[in-house]
Each structure stands twice: as C-alpha cells, then as structure tokens.
C-alpha cells in the first residue's frame, strides 16, 4: 500500500467510527470578542468566530479541543469536561477564551489525546517548515483564556491538521518532540500533500472526522 492509500484508510476508519456513534452533539459558540456560550443558536448579534460541534464519539476523556494561535501557541482542553464545568449551563461566560494583540486564534480542532498534531509553518528565512507533535502526554487545561503551550518556535503556523496515531510510522519522518521546526524536503513532499488532501476531504464529511473550522 502506498503512502497516500495508507493515509487515506486510516482518515477513513476514523470517519467510521465517528459515524457509528449516535446521540446528542452539543455545541460550543465561539464570539470574536473573547465571549463564549453553549447550544445557543441566535443572539442579538451575530459576531460568531467558530461553531465547535462536539460529536459524541469525541466526549470522553480520551479526545481534546485545541486551540491554535498564530505564534504556535496551543492550548489543550477536554471538551468533556468543558461542557460538563464551565459550559454546563447554557448562556453566555464572559471569561472566555484568549484574546489579545500578541496572538490571534487561527484554528480550533477536536481531535484523540493519541492523534498528532502538525503545523506547517514559514521561517524567518521565508522558506517553508513542517513539523508532526505527538498530543499524547500533553497536559489538559481547564480554562479557555489561556495561552496555552509552545508547540512551534520562532515560526508561523500558516496550516494545522490532525493525523489519526495509527500513522505514527508513516509520518515518523516529520515528527519532532521539541519546539524546533524542520524544513520541508523534497522527500516529505509526498507525505505532506497526501495529508493535507485528506484533512481537506475531512471537512467536508458529515459528521466530520475531525472538527477543524476556518473563520
């Protein structure tokens, strides 16, 4: 099997297992102005940033709602125990997530605690670095605002995907465990292109594999 069949399987039996989870899919509101609420569909005004769905085959402790920021920062949330804490009652939290004019969020992202998670990412030097980090061992956070942890350094982040953990091997060549970046070879153009396909067919599934909202 080659590198784009065998990531393209495994995108797919996440779809899967996603699809066979039935229930209620709770949903969280995110507003430009740092505010927050769950399950409310209309407001007196319409400054909504993201719409975060979170499907039932990721309400468990084992899934994580990152949140990216465009200086590599991530915070790492449990999406259960956000909705079973601070979310629990319906209406609007004030004390929502991080904002300010050193970061801006760029992508929010449900995802496994065993998946991984890779930034593309342009240098100083204005060429273009890719870099996989394992989520697993990373600690969760228990509020929004946040800065969260470094998981690139001294780059932005221009692109954020998840790959599911059963690619670990054939995504080996891209994972890094620090805060470096590694340039983008020739080599690991294939993997990368083969990815990024599969995130962007991910999107369009319902429901989504993966929950990774634009703006």
């Not at 997530?97 to 065993?114: F, G, M, P, Q, W």
Request: aromatic share 8%; hydrophobic share 35%; proline share 4%.
């Amino acid at each position: 099997m080659d590198i784009a069949s065998e990531i393209a399987a495994a995108y797919r039996k996440r779809y899967e297992a996603v699809a066979e989870k039935a229930g209620t899919v709770p949903k969280i509101v995110l507003y430009r102005d740092g505010k927050v609420s769950r399950d409310v569909e209309e407001r007196e005004y319409a400054d909504v940033l993201y719409n975060i769905r979170i499907h039932p085959y990721y309400y468990n402790k084992k899934s994580r709602l990152l949140f990216c920021y465009d200086n590599g920062h991530v915070n790492v949330m449990t999406p259960r125990d956000l909705l079973n804490g601070k979310l629990k009652e319906k209406g609007l939290k004030s004390n929502g997530y991080k904002t300010n004019t050193e970061a801006s969020l760029v992508k929010v992202i449900v995802c496994r605690h065993d998946d991984y998670l890779v930034m593309c990412s342009y240098g100083g030097d204005g060429k273009k670095y890719i870099k996989a980090m394992p989520l697993e061992g990373r600690s969760s956070h228990g509020d929004m605002h946040l800065a969260g942890n470094i998981f690139v350094k001294d780059a932005r982040p221009y692109k954020w995907l998840v790959v599911p953990g059963e690619l670990v091997y054939t995504i080996k060549p891209i994972i890094c465990k620090t805060t470096h970046i590694g340039y983008l070879q020739e080599l690991h153009r294939s993997l990368v292109d083969a990815l990024l396909a599969e995130n962007a067919a991910a999107m369009e599934l319902k429901p989504s594999p993966i929950e990774q909202l634009e703006r």
